[in-house]
């Protein structure tokens, strides 16, 4: 095999690689049980944001009649996002998790030159996204209570609004987002993932504004993280552009569009896995006296570095994120997904032992 020198790889390679930190994910079962040497059935695992009661058992029946040999076809899963969103179809786009609706947004708005408007600490994939259209990220420090505290700067072409946010668990109004359409030539996507957990969503403000998106998810409340797929609400405009840019069959598969359409078919197995989980995230949040949140995790600040934090947790064999990977959020922030009861106590029943 001909090998080139470290020069020959490093002209092949896009430059942005070089601003980029790989994305950190919260850490796994398998990284956890050969690190501290404990049975997968004993961890709890708090750290992704992921939904404890998994999808509705009509997904996993769904699942066994999948025709592995041909290509998705997705049209009862659009079926299923209309008639949840109240949206036609043709303002639908889907993707391989939200992820990849971004990514093919970013491919179809941002180029070399422009520039994105990101409130920190955020989801770290809108900062990636930006990196690799060759476009500049601007951040913004969020304030106090971590709401919004500068208006998009004229020269961004996109802006990232997570609400609920990732990681504070705060959402932005309806006059607020309001505003800032009517006050920007930005494109504003607003990332939805964890919007049934929350009070109200502002999907309806895409019927009102053609610079909006609003991307949602079928990872959280409808407990399929694992099948990767997503979705958006766009205007026409974008929408079109989306169907020329995206990769074939969206990047969905087989699988994940018979899931989907699976678990869209039984709302209500979504919406008592929601009660569950706000309902154990508003005795978690009395309990240990924190900030409050419309997510399906909280923000703690905490007084050990986060990094030895999470390590003492990690020890018990519960993951929660350690938060230092998300820009601007500092040494001293973790996040923790509720769980089901019996998982919130063993966190509850750790957190007492080494907080207090
Ligand atoms: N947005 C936010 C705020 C998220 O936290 C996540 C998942 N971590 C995503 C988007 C991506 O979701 P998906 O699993 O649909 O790619």
Same mark, same amino acid.
């Given at each position: 095999?001909?090998?080139?020198?470290?020069?020959?790889?490093?002209?092949?390679?896009?430059?942005?690689?070089?601003?980029?930190?790989?994305?950190?994910?919260?850490?796994?079962?398998?990284?956890?049980?050969?690190?501290?040497?404990?049975?997968?059935?004993?961890?709890?695992?708090?750290?992704?944001?992921?939904?404890?009661?998994?999808?509705?058992?009509?997904?996993?029946?769904?699942?066994?009649?999948?025709?592995?040999?041909?290509?998705? %076809?997705?049209?009862?899963?659009?079926?299923?996002?209309?008639?949840?969103?109240?949206?036609?179809?043709?303002?639908?786009?889907?993707?391989?998790?939200?992820?990849?609706?971004?990514?093919?947004?970013?491919?179809?708005?941002?180029?070399?030159?422009?520039?994105?408007?990101?409130?920190?600490?955020?989801?770290?994939?809108?900062?990636?996204?930006?990196?690799?259209?060759?476009?500049?990220?601007?951040?913004?420090?969020?304030?106090?209570?971590?709401?919004?505290?500068?208006?998009?700067?004229?020269?961004?072409?996109?802006?990232?609004?997570?609400?609920?946010? *990732?990681?504070? &668990?705060?959402?932005?109004?309806?006059?607020?987002?309001?505003?800032?359409?009517?006050?920007?030539?930005?494109?504003?996507?607003?990332?939805?993932?964890?919007?049934?957990?929350?009070?109200?969503?502002?999907?309806?403000?895409?019927?009102?504004?053609?610079?909006?998106?609003?991307?949602?998810?079928?990872?959280?409340?409808?407990?399929?993280?694992?099948?990767?797929?997503?979705?958006?609400?766009?205007? *026409?405009?974008?929408?079109?552009?989306?169907?020329?840019?995206?990769?074939?069959?969206?990047?969905?598969?087989?699988? +994940?569009?018979?899931?989907?359409?699976?678990?869209?078919?039984?709302?209500?197995?979504?919406?008592?896995?929601?009660?569950?989980?706000?309902?154990?995230? %508003?005795?978690?949040?009395?309990?240990?006296?924190? &900030?409050? +949140?419309?997510?399906?995790?909280?923000?703690?600040?905490?007084?050990?570095?986060?990094?030895?934090?999470?390590?003492?947790?990690?020890?018990?064999?519960?993951?929660?994120?350690?938060?230092?990977?998300?820009?601007?959020? &500092?040494?001293?922030?973790?996040?923790?997904?509720?769980?089901?009861?019996?998982?919130?106590?063993?966190?509850?029943?750790?957190?007492?032992?080494?907080?207090?």
């Amino acid at each position: 095999m001909a090998s080139h020198s470290d020069s020959w790889r490093e002209a092949r390679l896009r430059p942005e690689l070089k601003f980029l930190q790989p994305y950190v994910a919260g850490k796994g079962f398998g990284e956890i049980s050969r690190k501290y040497g404990l049975l997968p059935a004993d961890i709890v695992k708090l750290g992704s944001n992921e939904n404890p009661y998994g999808p509705s058992p009509r997904a996993k029946e769904a699942l066994a009649s999948v025709a592995m040999e041909r290509y998705p %076809e997705p049209e009862e899963l659009l079926a299923g996002l209309a008639s949840y969103t109240g949206f036609p179809e043709d303002m639908i786009l889907l993707g391989a998790g939200m992820d990849g609706v971004m990514d093919t947004l970013t491919r179809i708005f941002l180029d070399s030159g422009d520039a994105s408007f990101i409130p920190t600490p955020t989801f770290s994939y809108y900062e990636i996204l930006t990196i690799m259209a060759s476009a500049r990220p601007i951040f913004s420090p969020r304030g106090e209570r971590h709401e919004l505290t500068e208006v998009v700067p004229a020269r961004a072409k996109m802006a990232f609004i997570c609400s609920p946010n *990732n990681p504070t &668990g705060n959402v932005i109004g309806e006059q607020e987002l309001r505003a800032m359409l009517e006050s920007t030539d930005a494109l504003v996507f607003l990332d939805e993932a964890y919007v049934e957990f929350a009070e109200r969503s502002l999907i309806h403000l895409v019927r009102e504004y053609d610079n909006l998106i609003v991307g949602r998810t079928l990872s959280k409340a409808f407990g399929l993280a694992g099948m990767r797929l997503g979705y958006a609400l766009a205007p *026409n405009w974008i929408a079109e552009q989306y169907r020329r840019a995206a990769p074939p069959f969206y990047g969905i598969s087989s699988a +994940s569009a018979a899931a989907g359409a699976a678990a869209l078919s039984d709302l209500p197995f979504m919406r008592r896995s929601v009660e569950r989980i706000v309902s154990e995230r %508003e005795r978690l949040v009395r309990e240990i006296e924190c &900030g409050c +949140s419309q997510a399906n995790f909280l923000y703690l600040r905490t007084e050990l570095s986060s990094h030895q934090l999470v390590e003492k947790f990690l020890s018990r064999g519960i993951i929660i994120r350690d938060c230092r990977s998300f820009r601007g959020a &500092g040494e001293h922030q973790v996040r923790v997904t509720v769980g089901t009861p019996e998982e919130n106590r063993r966190f509850l029943s750790a957190y007492r032992e080494i907080c207090r």
